[in-house]
């Protein structure tokens, strides 16, 4: 006790508040191996269904989140169950986590409502990019962005401890994101060769903007056919590459991205001539079995090419995630034109 001294009365007065939040499911949420509990200054109770729903929100409420973020662009103001939301009332998150017996504060974050809310939307804004036909969530809440770092096959589902804590803070307070979140959606891309997902695509995305000063990125939601961004443009490269090869091979199993994607986005200089010389033996198959699509693949080759003078020997991390985005892009402008041509 003589470290932090408290007496009798306090001690009751805080477990007993924070006995009477936890037990409220409404008002908490897990991220990770931390508990988030969230209340109002005045203890309204519109507050922390707004902040629950924006933080972590479901298939169900993305349109009613999209409303609430339209209204905060517009300055109009926001109404729940008929109460008119103060932005500067004060709003308080509490990050709790088991430690021996005991419980650890990951953080206490303390801000206006209006702010915390502006600062989700930025976040939104950051991670939005062109997504698959099927997929119908607009926003990724913390869990499921925490998710994407998580092997999939695992037992355990739960992200690197402290990690999203961390990018929760960060989330909040509009400060840089924790450089794990960036390199585990990196890792995580190579383990399972080069499989990008949306949500990882998102991440990679917000965090170059964010912490890596991308301010360009902004405007890269979908393709970017203009950009002379090297490691942007090799990742659509290989995404060109790989679609000859599987059009040339309908019925293939594995393509060059089980077998060298994680080299070409590390290594170019060492993969892609070895991948163009591959290209060449589909092309001829192409123009063999449809010579259509050889003349359409030779163009977008031809005005991909004239973007690179030469293939690095190495790539950074940063622009590993723009190589990743560059494939993402392309595959998925790819598929777009697979739906209509159905």
């Known amino acids: 006790s003589y470290n932090a001294p408290v007496g009798q ?48 929100p479901g298939l169900d409420n993305q349109e009613t989140l999209r409303k609430v973020f339209d209204k905060l662009k517009k300055q109009e103001p926001v109404e729940v169950e008929g109460i008119i939301l103060k932005p500067d009332q004060r709003f308080y998150i509490l990050a709790l986590a088991p430690n021996a017996a005991r419980l650890s504060v990951r953080f206490f974050y303390e801000d206006s ?9 930025r976040h939104y804004e950051r991670m939005r990019i062109v997504k698959p036909a099927w997929e119908e969530r607009e926003y990724l809440g913390i869990r499921a962005l925490l998710y994407e770092t998580i092997n999939p096959k695992s ?15 960060a989330i909040l307070s509009g400060s840089r994101y924790p450089a794990s979140l ?18 990882r695509a998102a991440i990679i995305k917000a965090y170059l903007i964010q912490n890596m000063g991308w301010k360009e990125g902004e405007g890269y939601m979908g393709l970017k056919e203009e950009s002379t961004e ?20 309908p019925e293939i199993k594995a393509t060059i991205r089980d077998r060298y994607f994680n080299a070409a986005c590390a290594a170019p200089a060492s993969v892609f001539p070895v ?9 001829k198959k192409l123009e063999r079995d449809r010579g259509g699509l050889k003349i359409y693949y030779e163009k977008q080759l031809g005005q991909i090419m004239e973007k690179l003078t030469e293939f690095p020997r190495r790539l950074s991390l940063e622009e590993q995630g723009k190589f990743d985005l560059g494939y993402y892009h392309q595959m998925q402008k790819r598929y777009e034109k697979r739906e209509a041509d159905k």
Not at 113 to 121: A, P
Not at 155 to 169: E, F, G, W
Not at 278 to 283: F, I, T, V
Request: cysteine-free; proline content about 2%; glycine content about 6%.
């Open 230 to 249: 090297r490691a942007y443009v090799l990742g659509r490269l290989f995404a060109v590459l790989e679609g000859i090869q599987m059009d040339a091979n």
């Open 9 to 56: 009365y306090a001690q009751f007065a805080y477990t007993t508040a924070l006995n009477d939040l936890l037990s409220h499911g409404e008002d908490t949420f897990l991220a990770g191996d931390s508990m988030i509990t969230f209340w109002a200054e005045d203890g309204e109770e519109a507050y922390q269904d707004i902040f629950s729903l924006s933080a972590d």
């Open 113 to 121: 409502f209006g702010k915390i809310l502006e600062n989700l939307s």
């Open 182 to 199: 960036f390199t585990d959606t990196l890792i995580r891309i190579r383990a399972e060769q080069g499989k990008i997902t949306w949500g």
């Open 275 to 283: 991948l163009i010389k591959l290209k060449n033996s589909h092309m």
């Open 155 to 169: 037992k355990d589902k739960t992200p690197v401890p402290n990690m999203a804590s961390m990018t929760l803070q």
